[in-house]
């Protein structure tokens, strides 16, 4: 089994508003820094342009249950499961993220991933609740 860590943020919006603006794919490029800009898609089947070149993201068809897992595909073929919800909390959303720790990875990149997911959390929460 590979180390996890839950990444989550409150937004002040309700979770219909935050699952609609995040079920847009190309939406990411606004808030996920590591993606870059949407450089066309295939169905559910996305590229961007990432830290070292094009990616392919596979997202979840929408759908009732808040979820929005994606699979990243890297230049060398492996796949990374990028496991997601939003979820009603009131009259506000928490966004989770689940940041799963790949074989050989150090102590400093899983931490430092892990700030760059949560500083990501926040560009969202700042874009969304600024209306």
């Known amino acids: 089994m590979a180390e996890s860590k839950m990444i989550s943020i409150s937004i002040q919006r309700t979770q219909p508003d935050v699952y609609d603006f995040m079920a ?5 490029s606004r808030w996920a820094s590591g993606l ?26 929408p759908n009732r249950y808040g979820v929005l897992d994606h699979y990243v595909e ?19 959303t928490e966004v989770q993220f689940t940041l799963f720790r790949v074989p050989g990875m150090s102590d400093e990149k899983f931490a430092a991933d892990s700030e760059w997911v949560l500083r990501d959390l926040n560009k969202l929460k700042e874009l969304l609740e600024a209306g």
């Not at 870059?36 to 990616?55: A, I």
């Not at 890297?74 to 506000?92: F, H, K, Q, W």
């Open 24 to 28: 847009r794919p190309a939406s990411f």
């Open 74 to 92: 890297l230049s060398d073929g492996s796949e990374i499961y990028v496991p997601m919800r939003v979820i009603a909390n009131g009259t506000g």
């Open 36 to 61: 870059g800009k949407p450089l066309g898609n295939e169905g559910t089947v996305w590229r961007f342009e990432g830290e070292t070149g094009p990616v392919k993201i596979r997202f979840t068809e």
